[in-house]
């Protein structure tokens, strides 16, 4: 077993779910670097960029927050939320 393997498998910082809903790249990879850097729990990030495939995601995958761009391509406003 790696030194790698062996410091994954001894974290027991809680795993968070994210959806992050954000059409600019830009913002989506601040958010996804914020999350990483955060010393206190690991996420796990599922970003997209418009409504429609996040919410496709939503039928196969659970999530236990979501970050969200409140103005998208194909959504907007309450929509979104």
């Known amino acids: 077993m ?3 393997t062996q410091r994954v498998d001894r974290d027991t910082r809680p795993l968070i779910r994210v959806l992050l809903l954000e059409d600019d790249a830009t913002d989506r990879m601040l958010v996804e670097e914020l999350l990483t850097a955060c010393a206190d729990s690991r996420f796990e990030v ?4 418009r409504l429609a495939p996040a ?3 939503l039928k196969t995958r659970t999530f236990d927050t979501a ?3 409140m103005v998208l391509p194909d ?3 309450l929509e979104v939320f």
């Open 55 to 57: 919410l496709a995601s």
């Open 2 to 4: 790696s030194a790698a």
């Open 75 to 77: 959504a907007a406003g």
């Open 67 to 69: 970050v969200m761009d």
């Open 46 to 49: 599922a970003s997209f960029p």
